[in-house]
């Protein structure tokens, strides 16, 4: 006969199990926040979604913003991507890549999105310095999704009339 203790110890082992890889740690989850900076009149169109989720399509205003959380997986594979469009233009980028985020912003990543690219807050600063290319725009055969990109935390990289960071 097994003793109760070693059933209550499988229990509770079982329920911290099912609780650490169901994300039940309101403490864990990402926030993703991402702002229209296009400019006046600019509506920006976004379409974001993960292997699992479908955000669905969004008009953003200028300087509105879009936001929604997720809890990280435990794998450390999350991945969010969006489509974005305005004008002629149409590009998409990997906004949350757990692999490249999970460092730099663990609860809060906010991204502003400018006609050059996206820029994440850099909490230290608290400025948006942290600039992507969009994916779209890497060297054919250079590699996938956004292990090409380049971060810049200066703004030698802007080209005449490009807005700089807040």
Same mark, same amino acid.
């Given at each position: 006969?097994?003793?109760?203790?070693?059933?209550?110890?499988?229990?509770?082992? +079982?329920?911290? +199990?099912?609780?650490?890889?169901?994300?039940?740690?309101?403490?864990?989850?990402?926030?993703?926040? =991402?702002?229209?900076? +296009?400019?006046?009149? =600019?509506?920006?169109?976004?379409?974001?979604?993960?292997?699992?989720?479908?955000?669905?399509?969004?008009?953003?205003?200028?300087?509105? *913003?879009? &936001? *929604?959380?997720?809890?990280?997986?435990?794998?450390?594979?999350? +991945? *969010?991507?969006?489509?974005?469009?305005?004008?002629?233009?149409?590009?998409?980028?990997? =906004?949350?890549?757990?692999?490249?985020?999970?460092?730099?912003?663990?609860?809060?990543?906010?991204?502003?999105?400018?006609?050059?690219?996206?820029?994440?807050?850099?909490?230290?600063?608290?400025?948006?310095?942290?600039? &992507?290319?969009?994916?779209?725009?890497?060297?054919?055969?250079?590699?996938?999704?956004?292990?090409?990109?380049? =971060?810049?935390?200066?703004? &030698?990289?802007?080209?005449?009339?490009?807005?700089?960071?807040?």
């Amino acid at each position: 006969m097994v003793p109760f203790s070693k059933y209550l110890f499988s229990f509770v082992m +079982l329920a911290f +199990l099912v609780c650490f890889c169901d994300g039940l740690y309101p403490d864990k989850r990402t926030n993703v926040r =991402i702002i229209n900076e +296009l400019g006046d009149g =600019i509506d920006l169109n976004h379409h974001c979604k993960s292997k699992d989720d479908d955000l669905g399509i969004h008009v953003l205003a200028p300087h509105q *913003f879009f &936001e *929604f959380s997720f809890m990280p997986n435990f794998w450390g594979t999350t +991945l *969010f991507f969006c489509r974005f469009w305005w004008g002629y233009e149409d590009h998409w980028f990997n =906004i949350y890549v757990m692999s490249r985020d999970r460092d730099r912003c663990t609860k809060q990543c906010w991204w502003t999105v400018y006609s050059f690219g996206p820029c994440l807050l850099d909490g230290r600063l608290q400025k948006y310095t942290l600039c &992507e290319n969009w994916n779209d725009k890497k060297l054919q055969g250079s590699g996938k999704g956004n292990s090409t990109a380049k =971060i810049y935390n200066d703004y &030698e990289h802007l080209e005449a009339g490009e807005k700089k960071g807040k």
